[in-house]
């Protein structure tokens, strides 16, 4: 049984940044690909970033890129997401995400992708 916990969320003013952590127990970490996604009040859930298992490969939202980074450190059984000059319409409560049936070393975009999340951490930007 995998668990994921994400932390790193918070209240920030628009313009600031966030490190949002994704720390990863029960599994084989570096054999599953990640991804991060975003959900706002009244909104479906949405991707945000994708990584593949070994970090080779990224996928991100247009909304996003150039903003926003994903990472993983497979020995620490921890992923990333560093957020950079966020804007009021970043806030949501973000989950990640790990696929750990089967995978290419690839990204994955799809929430029936992802077959364990986390609880999600909130994330406030005020203008």
């Known amino acids: 049984q995998v668990q994921l916990v994400e932390s790193g969320g918070g209240l920030v003013q628009a313009g600031a940044s966030l490190r949002l952590s994704c720390a990863a127990s029960g599994g084989t970490f570096n054999t599953y690909p990640m991804g991060w996604f975003r959900q706002a009040p009244g909104r479906e859930r949405e991707v945000v970033s994708a990584i593949s298992r070994t970090g080779t490969s990224t996928y991100y939202a247009d909304s996003v890129k150039g903003r926003f980074t994903i990472s993983r450190d497979n020995a620490k059984n921890t992923g990333y997401l560093q957020l950079n000059s966020l804007k009021p319409e970043d806030t949501a409560v973000y989950y990640c995400?790990?696929?750990?049936?089967?995978?290419?070393?690839?990204?994955?975009?799809?929430?029936?992708?992802?077959?364990?999340w986390g609880q999600g951490t909130q994330v406030t930007v005020s203008s």
């Open positions: 995400g790990v696929r750990t049936y089967y995978s290419d070393d690839y990204t994955y975009t799809r929430l029936s992708d992802y077959d364990y």
